[in-house]
């Protein structure tokens, strides 16, 4: 059995066709106001039925206010990735970091050449796809001027930039042992489909995965695992995917609003309930309940100073979300007896965590004091100013406040914990248990604070 305890989220696979975009976006939108995290459509450049990709995403992109967006799985062959990584950076500023990025190392290989692209062999498009995500990755990274030389893919002095508003996740389709050990050192995210993967060979799948994560110094945790199904599962299977192979996203091939409704309001909740109850309660609340923010209007009107204070806020969840991983580093460090639990307490409450005040835009110098200086500016600023501009808010914002005062507890937990092992090595264990709890609780709520309050902080004046 394999959870990786991450939240689950639940997404579309949408139709490409030019004859019919117009359902696609009505789709799209469909998952945007049921609450649905994801939307997503394949890449098939030399497919002359099939609209162009990343026009599609754009489009959906601005029509839509919550979901991310992100192609099932670009054809790197047909798109450089210099210039995949600027196109993706650039959707994801103007949508406020809702931009993923599922790459592929391509197929159809005579297709892709009839359009001017390579024609690789196995091996080679393994190659190509890891320089590519160096290139990719590159060019999300401040500095100066890139140089990277590789058999397909190099930079010679670009420099780099537009830097995407938060941290973009590139998933892999992965199926063969290369790619999934790809996968592993230095993907994201794992994005197989259910024909290509089935659920029995699923274990086998993510053993090479784990394999070349911890050979590359990595958590299996680290990588998402997003599986791609059919109309052909019940919550109940997708529930047992998650606990027992750690498939935590779901992408249904949709092709009807009938199919989206099912998806989102029926198999979507029951899979999250089955799951939080077989994880033994591990988040201290029921996502379930949660509230969700209205629907936008069809007239609401969204200022560019809205936009940019939903991107600050996704930058300090971005800046909490890169500590927690330091944090687990620590953690693990104390545990291999690389340092001492004091050392481990020390570096902690060195970074970002430890009071209840989290301070929008200003990266402090402690994680747990980030975590509260956050809260307490938006308990006591943002959201009053938002539940003024917006009344049917309050729901969601009394159950974003509750949530900090429980993320304040568990941080608590953390801190005695480490005290405890100073005095007791042998419960470091402990200490691990209370990492996890921080790193479900935590990822959950950044995770629904995003996805309930970017819409109105985009056409409700915010007064610092």
């Not at 500023?93 to 001017?116: C, T, Y």
């Not at 990595?218 to 052909?232: A, F, H, L, T, W």
């Not at 956050?374 to 501009?389: A, I, V």
């Not at 608590?412 to 005095?423: H, I, K, S, Y």
Request: proline share 6%; charged share 20%; net charge negative.
């Amino acid at each position: 059995m394999t959870d990786y305890g991450h939240a689950l989220e639940f997404g579309v696979f949408l139709p490409p066709g030019a004859a019919d975009f117009g359902t696609t976006l009505r789709l799209a939108q469909a998952a945007d106001v049921r609450g649905l995290e994801l939307v997503s459509i394949q890449d098939h450049p030399y497919n002359a039925a099939n609209l162009d990709t990343w026009t599609s995403l754009s489009v959906i992109a601005a029509s839509t206010t919550k979901v991310r967006v992100f192609p099932n799985v670009a054809n790197l062959p047909l798109r450089p990735p210099a210039v995949l990584a600027r196109a993706a950076a650039s959707l994801d500023i103007i949508s406020g970091g809702r931009v993923e990025l599922g790459l592929g190392a391509g197929s159809f290989w005579d297709a892709i050449a009839a359009m001017g692209g390579p024609h690789r062999t196995p091996p080679e498009s393994v190659e190509a796809l890891a320089e590519a995500i160096a290139v990719i990755r590159a060019l999300w990274t401040p500095g100066r001027g890139v140089r990277l030389q590789g058999e397909h893919y190099s930079l010679n002095g670009a420099r780099p930039g537009p830097f995407p508003a938060h941290d973009i996740g590139i998933w892999l389709g992965a199926y063969k042992k290369r790619m999934l050990q790809l996968t592993g050192r230095v993907a994201d995210g794992w994005l197989p489909s259910s024909p290509y993967a089935p659920p029995a060979q699923l274990k086998a799948m993510n053993a090479i995965i784990d394999e070349a994560a911890h050979d590359a110094g990595r958590s299996p945790k680290d990588i998402r695992r997003i599986y791609n199904i059919g109309s052909e599962f019940t919550p109940q299977q997708l529930a047992e995917l998650a606990l027992r192979d750690g498939m935590s996203g779901f992408i249904a091939m949709i092709g009807t609003e009938d199919e989206l409704r099912a998806f989102a309001e029926e198999t979507a909740p029951a899979v999250r309930e089955i799951v939080q109850k077989e994880r033994g309660g591990k988040l201290p609340w029921d996502e379930s309940t949660r509230p969700k923010a209205p629907a936008p209007e069809a007239d609401a009107v969204y200022t560019a100073s809205g936009r940019a204070l939903g991107r600050q806020l996704v930058g300090v969840h971005n800046h909490l979300r890169d500590e927690l991983t330091k944090v687990r580093s620590i953690v693990d460090q104390a545990a291999a007896g690389i340092i001492d639990v004091g050392q481990a307490r020390d570096e902690i409450n060195t970074m970002t965590m430890r009071q209840n005040n989290w301070t929008m835009g200003a990266y402090c110098e402690s994680y747990c004091r980030l975590v509260t200086i956050h809260h307490t500016l938006e308990d006591t600023s943002l959201y009053p100013q938002l539940r003024q501009g917006d009344g049917r808010l309050g729901p969601v914002l009394d159950r974003l406040t509750e949530e900090h005062h429980v993320i304040h507890e568990v941080l608590e937990r953390l801190d005695a914990a480490l005290v405890a092992t100073v005095a007791e090595p042998h419960r470091i264990a402990e200490v691990k248990e209370s990492v996890d709890l921080l790193t479900d609780t935590l990822l959950s709520h950044l995770s629904y604070e995003e996805g309930e309050l970017l819409e109105p902080m985009a056409r409700i004046a915010y007064h610092h």
